[in-house]
Nanobody, 127 residues
Framework: QVQLVESGGGLVQAGGSLRLSCAAS????????MGWFRQAPGKEREFVAA?????????YYTDSVKGRFTISRDNAKNMVYLQMNSLKPEDTAVYYC???????????????????WGQGTQVTVSS
């Protein structure tokens, strides 16, 4: 069973930065793409960023975070990170990390292509 645990959320002023972390269990972490999603109150869950398995570590971002967010991974530590800079109030949401299905081509922005999910961490950006 794979477990994902997010941390690093909090309250920050607009223009500030946060770094989210996702700790993954399992010995095959490096073989799977990983993604970050978010869900704001009253809105559907949306894709934020993804990183491919260790072979190429390609990255992909939704347009609204390009240039502000950076996804990365440390396979030696089974960790995925989301560095968020220049935060805006509209970035306020619960952020989730997820592990992509191995059979799905990278990148994928569809939540149903991700098998395992963390419990989420709240990010609140004040104006």
């Amino acid at each position: 069973q794979v477990q994902l645990v997010e941390s690093g959320g909090g309250l920050v002023q607009a223009g500030g930065s946060l770094r989210l972390s996702c700790a993954a269990s399992g010995r095959t972490f490096s073989m799977y793409g990983m993604g970050w999603f978010r869900q704001a109150p009253g809105k559907e869950r949306e894709f934020v960023a993804a990183i491919s398995w260790s072979g190429s570590s390609s990255t992909y971002y939704t347009d609204s975070v390009k240039g502000r967010f950076t996804i990365s991974r440390d396979n030696a530590k089974n960790m995925v990170y989301l560095q968020m800079n220049s935060l805006k109030p509209e970035d306020t949401a619960v952020y989730y990390c997820a592990r992509q299905q191995g059979s799905v081509a990278f990148p994928t922005t569809q939540g149903y292509h991700y098998t395992y999910w963390g419990q989420g961490t709240q990010v609140t950006v004040s104006s």
